[in-house]
């Protein structure tokens, strides 16, 4: 069974970084991607970054580009979410999903954390 968890979240103040961790367990690592999400209140939930379990492909959503570095580091089945520059529009509920290829869609995604807030003070 595929497992996801987020953590790292917190209150932070604007202009600085943070780094959130998704692990990933219950899956061939080969085949899969994980993929960073947020919701705020009242909002969609929006594609933030993604990439493979191997590392050879990334995305990222235009909110967040050049602003955000997705990384995983496959022995520690571990995916990171670096986030600099933060602004206090960054706020939201942070998710960490997982899909069968690196995609922005959210529907490909099957398989979801419970999220991690992220808020960022002005």
């Known amino acids: 069974q595929v497992q996801v968890e987020e953590s790292g979240g917190g209150l932070v103040q604007a202009g600085s970084s943070l780094r959130l961790s998704c692990a990933a367990s219950?899956?061939?690592?080969?085949?899969?991607?994980l993929g960073w999400f947020r919701q705020a209140p009242g909002g969609e939930r929006e594609f933030v970054a993604a990439?493979?379990?191997?590392?050879?492909?990334?995305e990222y959503g235009d909110s967040v580009k050049g602003r955000s570095i997705i990384a995983r580091d496959a022995a520690k089945n571990m995916v990171y979410l670096e986030m600099l520059r933060l602004k206090p529009e960054d706020t939201a509920v942070y998710y960490c999903?997982?899909?069968?290829?690196?995609?922005?869609?959210?529907?490909?995604?099957?398989?979801w954390g419970q999220g991690t807030q992220v808020t960022v003070s002005s």
């Open positions: 999903a997982a899909s069968l290829g690196i995609t922005p869609d959210i529907d490909e995604y099957d398989y």
């Open positions: 219950g899956w061939t690592a080969s085949g899969y991607a």
């Open positions: 990439i493979n379990w191997s590392g050879e492909s990334t």
